[in-house]
């Protein structure tokens, strides 16, 4: 007999009758001839209950299995006489793959996310776990699926580049040099000997090569792994993150918003629409404010306003802020969840911020002062989008290189994109766990991700 998820067996309107489910037990009870047992298989964040009676040949082993025990069950579904679900099994036969021992550390109680991160293995068996990492399996269909209707290229960036796209510096090197005894020129290394025969790094951003791309191919979008050597031990860093990074050609900085304010609504209304259950756990035990959040973010039109009045309205605000405000520094996380959830409690996009806090590829705007940047801001995060329309003037974009001290020849590749057929085009990205963290109420980027790559934590 073919085995049936939990998830289809709870949803379905009419009684299967002889099915097969397999899973991990959550509880156990046991009454004078018979037992009570939860099981769940990770489909769904609801149990089926199962009842086994003295009638089984197995039922002294039944009676012994603990919390954690991997099982299969054959038996009847019949209706259930509890509130909590439509249907339980009734076992005629239950075969016992692996007895969990007493020290399974997820017992019954509530544990701290402290803790759980130090069993990262285990922690997906538990309830809110489960429902994250499904919820995030879903929003990585739901994003798929927003580009994919409007008519979006696929593509698949590097992860090993020669480049650093932000010009932070803050990169992991990759080589296949003997760390301990390196071949060496005049005193310095010599990465002519290395793999690559230069330095190689892990990326941070595939939007350079998105850019050449979507120069051929029209919009794209890549969506993979990135990384940053920043030690930084915040709940808002890893070393390891997701981003989607979408290019269009022919897109202005209006355009690149309006995608952008499209975007962060359609995977919400996805994810609202379609993880329901999972979702309930985040209202009811992590952010009692969940609902009405998403229901503002998908509702309400974002509100766009330039960088200088954005700086206005904080500079307005008196013994408030760690750091100072004025025009020419960048906006900070509690400046930013400030204009989100205090000024204007909902949405909104800051545009034109200075070159001078921009990176080189960001276009510059008529007054030379400003780039045609954008960020989108929403409550509890801050900022969750960045994006610009690109510099596709050649002479303009090779000064702003060679201001910010980018050597010319390290990117004759992505001046080739302007020198041959540019045209103007927009992009931004998205760091895929701080959607999450504004998807689930959860506060901590480490809980988002099945395993977190943070300073000093490489385990599992």
């Known amino acids: 007999m073919e085995c049936i998820k939990v ?18 037990i959550k509880t156990r009870r046991d009454a004078k001839t018979f037992s009570f047992i939860e099981i769940n298989d990770g489909s769904c964040l609801e149990n089926i209950q199962v009842i ?13 299995l603990t919390t954690g025990s991997a099982v299969s069950v054959r038996g009847e579904m019949a209706p259930s006489p509890g509130k909590e679900q439509a249907w339980e099994i009734h076992a005629k036969k239950m075969d016992v793959f692996n007895t969990a021992p007493e020290d399974y550390p997820l017992q019954k109680k509530r544990h701290s996310d402290e803790f759980l991160r130090t069993i990262s293995h285990l922690r997906p068996r538990t309830n809110k776990y489960g429902a994250a990492f499904r919820i995030r399996s879903e929003l990585s269909f739901a994003i798929h699926q927003f580009f994919h209707e409007r008519g979006f290229t696929y593509i698949h960036t590097p992860i090993i580049t020669g480049s650093d796209c932000e010009g932070a510096g803050e990169l992991f090197q990759v080589t296949a040099l003997n760390l301990e005894n390196p071949p060496k020129n005049n005193g310095h290394i010599d990465y002519s000997c290395d793999f690559f025969g230069k330095p190689a790094n892990l990326t941070v951003s595939g939007q350079l090569e998105a850019e050449l791309l979507a120069l051929a ?8 792994p990135t990384f940053r050597a920043e030690d930084s031990n915040t709940s808002r860093h890893m ?31 996805y994810i609202v629409s379609h993880c329901g259950s999972d979702l309930s756990l985040f209202a009811r035990f992590v952010d009692k404010t969940l ?3 998403l229901e503002n973010i998908i509702t309400t039109e974002f509100i766009r306003i330039p960088y200088k009045e954005a700086v206005d309205i904080l500079s307005g605000v008196k013994d408030r ?9 960048d906006l900070q996380t509690e400046h930013e969840r400030f204009l989100a959830e205090t000024h204007f409690k909902q949405p909104l996009m800051v545009y034109g911020y200075p070159k001078s806090i921009k990176p080189f ?5 008529d007054d030379d002062q400003t780039v045609a940047a954008m960020d989108v801001i929403v409550p509890r995060i801050g900022e969750i989008i960045g994006g610009s329309q690109r510099e596709e003037r050649l002479d303009i974009l090779e000064q702003r290189m ?34 999450m963290m504004m998807l689930t109420g959860i506060s901590n980027i480490r809980d988002v991700i099945p395993f977190p790559r943070t300073p000093g934590n490489i385990e599992f």
């Open 361 to 365: 590829y960001m276009r510059v705007n």
């Open 52 to 64: 086994a009676d003295t009638n089984m040949e197995n039922y002294e082993t039944i009676k012994k």
């Open 239 to 269: 070393a390891e993150f997701w981003m989607v990074e979408p290019e269009m050609t022919f897109c202005d900085l209006k355009g690149d918003m309006d995608n952008a304010e499209a975007f962060i609504k359609y995977v919400t209304q």
């Open 321 to 329: 802020f760690d750091y100072p405000v004025d025009f020419g520094s």
């Open 402 to 435: 060679t201001e910010t001290g980018i050597n010319l020849s390290d990117y004759w590749w992505y001046l080739d994109s302007r020198k041959y057929g540019s045209v103007y085009h927009s992009g931004y990205g998205v760091g895929f766990e701080r959607l």
């Open 7 to 24: 998830k289809a067996l709870l949803s379905s309107k009419e009684s299967i009758g002889s099915v097969c489910v397999k899973g991990w």
């Open 291 to 293: 609902m009405p959040t």
């Open 217 to 224: 191919l029209g919009d794209v979008y890549t969506f993979g």
